[in-house]
């Protein structure tokens, strides 16, 4: 069974008096657990928009959205936020940390907010640390990080919830070279322990990392092979 | 979501603007102590009015003659115009005393009377030198001339001497038996001009007493007027004498305190509503040019009272005003930079009512300490001085006001997070 099934996905967007933006016109894909997946297309595409979808932070105007073979119901808040919550992990090119919070704090948030006992989510948190070698962080505030280290912080805070499904936007777009490829290396690995990763990426040589590489153009999807 | 859990979250926003905590914490205290206190005035200038609820209906003329000082003969004139009248007339109905007067005797100084044994006086507190106090009146010579003393012992006012520096003094029957004419003893006396001010907002004065003599027991025991209402005409004279004490007072002994006798001085009379009424009451009580302006006094005293009033509720409605404004500008600067935290906590997983669940604790952790701290600062300040009276209410209306504020920002909040699209609060801080 696929753990991502899109059927004929449109994504409008209604900017009052101004035209409606097709952002997706008719998206149709299957994705199996465990693949990794590149997602490319020039800017205004709709990467970040299908991306959005696929993370449950943003409706789907027409279509369905099948996630790990269930139907994913926009309209009910409780549902997509425990979606998010506990099914998927999102990595972001500012990486989307409480900066003026502790390493611990901005790992553990999911699971605090999953309602996991402190204490639980502290030993938790301290575990994903360990597994994107940011141990020695753990204590320290995110302000005081380099970028590359924030975006492990980001990696750590996305896997801590043991998700089925990581969705990365331009994850080294904030990065040197030589940091975005260890990132996309920690990324692409997860795939070993049978979690599906979706990375949003202008990069050729990330995308080349990837299983699968998919284009989008005017809204729709074109794979490459 | 667990409550431990919002807290937890809730306490992230504190960290990060420290400065900015800080000051609205500040501020609350001082809007909350502001708000008391200017509540607190508006009790303190009530009162009067509140006493005197029947200003609005009907209206008052003052009658008196200490405040405006007038010689004996006119005094004397304008009491039996108003006796002559206040008995006979419908336009009258009602008279009230503006102050209070009690005395309090220094236990020491009557050891061996057994006063403890009085009801009124067994509740004592033992540490207190003083029994609890008791009506009085001050008598001075045009009062006693109008209303004489029936006796039960002693002498008359006019008719006895007292010891150098000592004050005559005629008391109630009850002491009879434990005191004879010629005993002395210390008495503190405490007075206020207004009813609605307590022992701890009044003058006060030491005081030598000597006893004249022992009030007639049928002068005594009526309970009318007793706690400071109105009583009608005709138990004026009665009421004054429902006292423990009456303190005489000759023109030539050195009375030792100031404005003593306002108690009697001040009446406020109480006019029906019967069309002209207030007129007639001026012009029947004015042969002697001395009521009528005195009424005009009172107008506009009253008129003065409501002005007072008016005051603080437009210092109160502009210190809301203020204290919305500079929380909500506070609240509001916080909320900019909450966005995007709140976008963090939703792609993590919550909910907008969430975000909204840890905005609102957060407003409470912020509110509740300066909020009491300034309650309790503001019952030592205001509790009761020259212009302000405390009250639970204050408290309570001022901490309702800034709930209500911050209430009224975290619905604003929910309403323009519900409106914004979750993919651009994402947006917002990707940028
Ligand atoms: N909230 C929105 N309201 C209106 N139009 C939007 C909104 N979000 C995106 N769009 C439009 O939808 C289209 C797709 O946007 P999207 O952000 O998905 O592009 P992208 O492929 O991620 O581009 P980039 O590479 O620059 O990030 C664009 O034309 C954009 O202007
Ligand atoms: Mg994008």
């Known amino acids: 069974m696929s753990i991502i099934e899109l059927k004929n996905v449109i994504k409008t967007y209604y900017t009052g008096s101004e035209k409606p933006v097709h952002a997706l016109r008719g998206i149709n894909l299957k994705v199996e657990a465990g693949e990794s997946i590149a997602i490319q297309g020039v800017s205004g595409s709709g990467k970040s928009t299908l991306l959005n979808i696929l993370g449950c932070l943003d409706a789907l105007t027409e279509g369905e959205y099948y996630l790990d073979g269930e139907k994913v119901q926009f309209s009910n808040n409780r549902h997509i936020a425990d979606i998010r919550n506990k099914k998927i992990g999102f990595v972001l090119q500012n990486f989307g940390l409480l900066n003026d919070r502790y390493v611990s704090d901005n790992i553990a948030l999911p699971l605090l907010l999953g309602n996991m006992s402190k204490s639980k989510a502290d030993k938790l948190a301290m575990e994903a640390a360990k597994s994107t070698g940011i141990e020695k962080l753990y204590g320290k505030k995110i302000k005081k990080l380099s970028g590359g280290e924030r975006q492990r912080v980001a990696i750590a805070r996305a896997i801590v919830t043991d998700p089925e499904l990581i969705l990365a936007d331009e994850p080294t777009g904030s990065l040197d070279k030589a940091t975005g490829e260890q990132v996309v290396e920690m990324l692409v690995k997860m795939t070993q322990s049978g979690k599906t990763v979706i990375i949003v990426t202008h990069d050729d040589s990330v995308a080349e990392r990837c299983g699968r590489r998919l284009y989008i153009e005017d809204g729709l999807i074109r794979e490459v092979i | ?431």
């Open chain 2, 1 to 431: 979501m667990k409550f431990s859990n919002l807290l937890f979250i809730s306490m992230f926003q504190f960290r990060k603007n420290a400065l900015g905590y800080l000051l609205a914490c500040i501020e609350i205290f001082i809007v909350v102590l502001l708000l008391i206190y200017v509540l607190s005035t508006i009790r303190y200038y009530n009162i009067p009015i509140k006493t005197l609820e029947h200003v609005e209906s009907s209206r008052l003329v003052n009658y008196g003659y200490n405040k405006i000082q007038r010689s004996d003969a006119e005094l004397k004139a304008a009491i039996l115009a108003f006796e002559n009248y206040a008995y006979n007339s419908s336009d009258i109905s009602r008279i009230g005393r503006t102050g209070w007067i009690r005395t309090s005797i220094l236990k020491e100084s009557v050891k061996d009377k057994g006063l403890e044994q009085f009801p009124d006086k067994t509740g004592s507190d033992p540490e207190d030198p003083y029994f609890p106090g008791n009506n009085a009146l001050v008598y001075d010579r045009l009062i006693a001339e109008k209303f004489p003393l029936t006796l039960e012992k002693g002498y008359q006012f006019t008719t006895y001497a007292t010891d150098e520096g000592c004050i005559p003094v005629i008391l109630h029957s009850q002491y009879m038996d434990r005191f004879n004419v010629g005993d002395t003893f210390r008495v503190r006396l405490q007075w206020a001009d207004q009813w609605a001010r307590d022992e701890y907002d009044a003058c006060e004065a030491f005081l030598t007493v000597q006893v004249a003599g022992f009030l007639n027991k049928s002068n005594y025991h009526t309970e009318i007027g007793a706690g400071g209402s109105f009583f009608t005409a005709d138990m004026l004279v009665t009421n004054a004498f429902n006292c423990d004490m009456i303190l005489l007072r000759d023109e030539n002994a050195n009375f030792p305190v100031d404005g003593y006798d306002f108690m009697i001085s001040t009446f406020l009379i109480e006019v029906s509503e019967s069309s002209g009424a207030v007129e007639r009451v001026i012009n029947q009580l004015s042969p002697t040019g001395f009521c009528a302006p005195l009424g005009n006094v009172i107008d506009d005293s009253v008129y003065m009272l409501k002005q007072k009033t008016a005051k603080p509720i437009i210092n109160l409605i502009i210190l809301i005003i203020v204290a919305a404004a500079a929380i909500g500008g506070i609240n509001g600067m916080n909320q900019i930079s909450q966005k995007r935290d709140f976008g963090i906590y939703y792609i993590c997983g919550a909910t907008w009512g969430n975000c909204i669940k840890t905005d609102i604790l957060r407003n409470v952790l912020i509110i509740t300490i300066p909020a009491v701290l300034s309650g309790v600062l503001s019952y030592f300040l205001f509790r009761s001085t020259e212009t302000n009276v405390l009250n639970l209410w204050d408290f309570i209306i001022a901490i309702g006001v800034i709930a209500a504020i911050y209430i009224i920002s975290s619905l604003w909040y929910v309403i323009n997070l519900q409106r914004m699209k979750p993919a651009d609060s994402v947006k917002e801080w990707e940028d």
